[in-house]
Structure formats: C-alpha cells, structure tokens
C-alpha cells in the first residue's frame, strides 16, 4: 500500500516581496492624509471668502444708507462733503471692523453744453467705505459714485 501525504506545502515567499502589503499601506495612508489637508485648506479659504462677502454686502448697504439720506435732503447735498477725511459710521447699522466713510461731493464733470431747458444743478456725490478685517492687514474698500440734483 502507497502512502499519501497529505500536508500541503506552502509556498516559499521570496525576500523580495516581504513588506509590500505594508508599503501599500502607507502610501494610501500619505496620499488620504493630503487629500484631507487639502480639503482643510479649502474650508478655511471659503470661511474667509465668506466673511470677505459679508463685508462687501455691508460696506454696500452703508453706501445706499448715506445715499438715501443725501436724496432726501437733497437742499443740502454738500453738508454731507466730510472735506476728504474719512469718518466713523456712527449712526449707521454696520458691523464693520474698523468701519470708516468718507463722502465727497462735486460739481458734475463738465459736458458740452446742449441747447436745453435750465436743470437744476446737478452734483457728482462718491461714497467711499473702508474697513479691515480682523484676520488681514490690509484695508478693504467700497466705492460707489451717483449723481445728484441739488436745489440752490
């Protein structure tokens, strides 16, 4: 009678390909970690892009405010003037760090006259809003220029 062996004989593994599985591993493991600084990285540029926006959006609606209350009032278009220095907003509803407006008002720039009926005069009013944000040093600023008919 014929003896069978039974044990299986596994296959000897050469030296050469000891640790790649681990290998393997570790470069997903350093190609994940770069995806995910990278997506950090972007969150933080969109949180600052937002708060970027928000600002813009105030800085804009101050300037309708002051604009508004120039065509009111529009006997008294050059008391807004602030004379070229820039003043705090007190008296508008801004959060804007280290808000500051500064209105300029002008005769309109000279056209050529056309044969019309006598207008009344008309002024160039520029609206000037500057703030800097808390996270930057550099100071951000809205501009916003309309014409406005003054009644001498």
């Known amino acids: 009678m014929a003896v069978i062996n039974l044990q299986r004989r596994e296959p000897v593994i050469g030296s050469s390909q000891q640790g790649v599985v681990l290998l393997e591993v570790l470069v997903a493991v ?5 995806g995910i600084l990278g997506m950090i990285g972007m969150q933080a540029a969109s949180v600052t892009a937002v708060s970027d926006a928000k600002y813009r959006s105030e800085a804009a609606m101050v300037a ?3 604009l508004a209350r120039i065509w009111a009032d529009q006997a008294n278009v050059t008391a807004y003037d602030t004379g070229g220095s ?3 907003l007190a008296g508008f509803e801004a959060n804007l760090p280290d808000g500051k407006r500064q209105v300029a008002v002008g005769p309109l720039p000279a056209i050529p006259p056309a044969p019309a009926p006598a207008l009344p005069a008309m002024r160039t009013v520029t609206v000037t809003i500057t703030w800097q944000p808390p996270e930057s040093a ?8 309309t014409q406005i008919s003054s009644t001498l």
């Open 30 to 34: 350093l190609i994940f970690s770069i």
């Open 64 to 66: 309708d405010q002051i």
């Open 86 to 88: 820039a003043v705090s």
């Open 138 to 145: 550099t100071v951000r600023r809205f501009v916003t220029e």
